[in-house]
């Protein structure tokens, strides 16, 4: 699976520019992705020039070495003002809708393939959009 990761709020405490205090079991959670259960991992991330430069090697001298960084593949040059859409199965970032979960959970969500909190789905009724007029006038 390939799978995207934030750096700023996710794998070190968010302190842009400054790389933050590690996260705790986020790079160890990574690696074991990464090396026992051969995931590919993209850093993503909004950093560029120096402090992109800084991230990787932070990640680099915990022993976390990623696929790419910011693109699909390695050694992608970056276009200025492009866009940086990636194809990714999993996103991994602290902006996530309810937050960032505890790296325990989320190294079982991907190894079990399991939601969070599965959404039921057998007791809802599919409603059919009210018109117009019954939006105006009940």
């Given at each position: 699976?390939?799978?995207a990761?934030?750096?700023?709020?996710?794998?070190?405490?968010?302190?842009?520019?400054?790389?933050?205090?590690p996260?705790?079991?986020?790079?160890?959670?990574?690696?074991?992705?990464?090396?026992?259960?051969?995931?590919?991992?993209?850093?993503?991330?909004?950093?560029?020039?120096?402090?992109?430069k800084?991230?990787?090697?932070?990640?680099?001298?915990?022993?976390?070495?990623?696929?790419?960084?910011?693109?699909?593949?390695?050694?992608?040059?970056?276009?200025?003002?492009a866009?940086?859409?990636?194809?990714?199965?999993?996103?991994?970032?602290?902006?996530?809708?309810?937050?960032?979960?505890?790296?325990?959970?989320?190294?079982?969500?991907?190894?079990?393939?399991?939601?969070?909190?599965?959404?039921?789905?057998?007791?809802?009724?599919?409603?059919?959009?009210?018109?117009?007029?019954?939006r105006?006038?009940?």
């Open positions: 699976m390939v799978i990761v934030d750096f700023d709020g996710t794998i070190v405490t968010h302190e842009y520019p400054a790389i933050g205090k996260i705790p079991f986020a790079i160890e959670t990574l690696k074991k992705l990464q090396q026992e259960d051969h995931h590919q991992l993209i850093l993503w991330t909004v950093r560029e020039g120096d402090l992109l800084e991230a990787v090697e932070y990640c680099a001298n915990k022993g976390l070495e990623f696929y790419a960084v910011n693109s699909n593949f390695p050694n992608d040059e970056l276009i200025p003002a866009s940086r859409k990636l194809n990714a199965d999993i996103f991994i970032d602290d902006h996530n809708l309810g937050g960032l979960p505890d790296w325990g959970i989320i190294y079982r969500m991907i190894h079990e393939g399991k939601a969070l909190r599965p959404i039921p789905t057998s007791n809802i009724e599919e409603k059919k959009p009210k018109s117009l007029f019954e105006i006038f009940g």
